[in-house]
T-cell receptor, first 114, second 112 residues
Framework: DGGITQSPKYLFRKEGQNVTLSCEQNLNHDAMYWYRQDPGQGLRLIYYSQIVNDFQKGDIAEGYSVSREKKESFPLTVTSAQKNPTAFYLC?????????????FGDGTRLSIL | GESVGLHLPTLSVQEGDNSIINCAYSNSASDYFIWYKQESGKGPQFIIDIRSNMDKRQGQRVTVLLNKTVKHLSLQIAATQPGDSAVYFCAESGGSNYKLTFGKGTLLTVNP
């Protein structure tokens, strides 16, 4: 089945540690996105990429990094500089052509601090 | 499972009733709008979208209404079922970078 796969579903980080969240899509979508969701909040954009080897900061990029070496993969690294990393992280993708296309989401990774 | 619906506006309806979920947006340049459904512990699921050159669009059991004059969007769910219980988000987009801005969501609870 086509879709977006995020792994792991649950992740724990120790103080001072970097962790990487995986996002893979087999929809042949050009654009990919990372969002953070906190309880009672909407989704906030961390980073996005509209094409391979290119990405832009979203609204809350500090303490995060990404790469887009392959069309189907957009991993997110939560660095030790992110002081409040506990959240639900969502990856999305979108067909690149045309303005009016919805984003489609994976089922998220929940990150907690040990 | 985990809840992402804490401290959200809530709507409680009886099974079989119609539900109306509202969303206000602030960016007058927004020209594309989407409704998503998010169940506990899962990612948002696309429900329906509408472009700014339309004021109404219908899907299966759902209707989205757009009032650009007052910057208001609504989602109507007909004959609401227990499986419709979830958090519903509106999202808006405008400009060339295709970024979406999400509302905070509404928790819909359907009572059997």
């Amino acid at each position: 089945d086509g879709g977006i796969t995020q792994s792991p579903k649950y992740l724990f980080r120790k103080e001072g540690q970097n962790v990487t969240l995986s996002c893979e899509q087999n929809l042949n979508h050009d654009a990919m996105y990372w969002y953070r969701q906190d309880p009672g909040q909407g989704l906030r954009l961390i980073y996005y990429s509209q094409i391979v080897n290119d990405f832009q900061k979203g609204d809350i990029a500090e303490g995060y990094s990404v790469s887009r070496e392959k069309k189907e993969s957009f991993p997110l690294t939560v660095t030790s500089a992110q002081k409040n990393p506990t959240a639900f992280y969502l990856c999305a993708s979108r067909q690149g052509a045309g303005r009016n296309q919805p984003q489609h989401f994976g089922d998220g990774t929940r990150l907690s601090i040990l | 499972g985990e809840s992402v619906g804490l401290h959200l506006p809530t709507l409680s309806v009886q099974e079989g009733d119609n539900s109306i979920i509202n969303c206000a947006y602030s960016n007058s340049a927004s020209d594309y709008f989407i409704w998503y459904k998010q169940e506990s512990g899962k990612g948002p699921q696309f429900i329906i979208d509408i472009r700014s050159n339309m004021d109404k669009r219908q899907g299966q059991r759902v209707t989205v209404l757009l009032n650009k004059t007052v910057k208001h969007l609504s989602l109507q769910i007909a004959a609401t079922q227990p499986g419709d219980s979830a958090v519903y988000f509106c999202a808006e987009s405008g400009g060339s970078n295709y970024k979406l801005t999400f509302g905070k969501g509404t928790l819909l609870t359907v009572n059997p």
